[in-house]
């Protein structure tokens, strides 16, 4: 089993804030890792995918960078309705396992 | 427009059974692997089980293991979670999830990552 350490767990901010979140991996995974942002009572949505392609209709101001076992998603431009919780996922191999979740809250 | 509606959830105790589905609509769904992915109240998100797009290749999370079995009817469009024995620990909103798969001109290669989701549906192991 890959395990994930994402961190922070709780990050506020302010709008206009660049922010990251980091996810590291227990093994090495290439660049299967996806973002997915998830809002209060909603399901999550796919942000990014193959650690640094961003999905159709997702903002510019998001981005994905790393490879191997370190990885980032940043925020450039932090949007009120970023504030939200973000997981990370790695499908390099079975069991696929998600982070535990970072918070943005409002500063 | 893709679309994923899950039904079944509710209230059962513990040892008890219950059936979830997913009605697909808005893409090929025999050509997609399908997951269920759950999150306890309050708490992360946990990949439960995924099953290929013919049906053949099934795969279960170990916490899920022998007490779930996930199914699909394309003729359908309709992906099942049968849950059985069922504990306090599986409350959960179910998700199912649509794999995006990368798609050659002879085949269709699942990815395992998860581009659409449904709305959820809530199960509740209490006594």
Do not use: H
């Amino acid at each position: 089993v890959i395990w994930m350490t994402q961190s922070p767990s709780l990050l506020s901010a302010s709008t206009g804030d660049r922010v990251t979140i980091s996810c590291r991996m227990s093994q090495g995974i290439s660049s299967y890792l996806a973002w997915y942002q998830q809002k209060p009572g909603k399901a999550p949505e796919l942000l990014i995918y193959a650690a640094s392609t961003l999905q159709s209709g997702v903002p510019s101001r998001f981005s994905g960078s790393g490879s191997g076992t370190d990885f980032t998603l940043t925020i450039s431009c932090l949007q009120s309705e970023d504030f939200a919780t973000y997981y990370c996922q790695q499908y390099y191999s079975f069991p696929w396992t998600f982070g535990q979740g970072t918070k943005v809250e409002i500063k | 427009e893709v679309q994923l509606l899950e039904s079944g959830g509710g209230l059962v105790q513990p040892g008890g059974s219950l059936r979830l589905s997913c009605a697909a609509s808005g893409f090929t769904f025999s050509s997609y692997a399908m997951s269920w992915v759950r999150q306890a109240p309050g708490k992360g998100l946990e990949w439960v089980s995924a099953i290929s797009g013919s049906g053949g290749s099934t795969y279960y999370a170990d916490s899920v293991k022998g007490r779930f079995t996930i199914s699909r009817d394309n003729s359908k469009n309709t992906l099942y979670l049968q849950m059985n024995s069922l504990r306090a620990e599986d409350t959960a909103v179910y998700y199912c999830a649509k794999d995006p798969a990368y798609c050659s001109s002879t085949s269709c290669y699942p990815q395992y990552y998860f581009d659409y989701w449904g709305q959820g549906t809530l199960v509740t192991v209490s006594s």
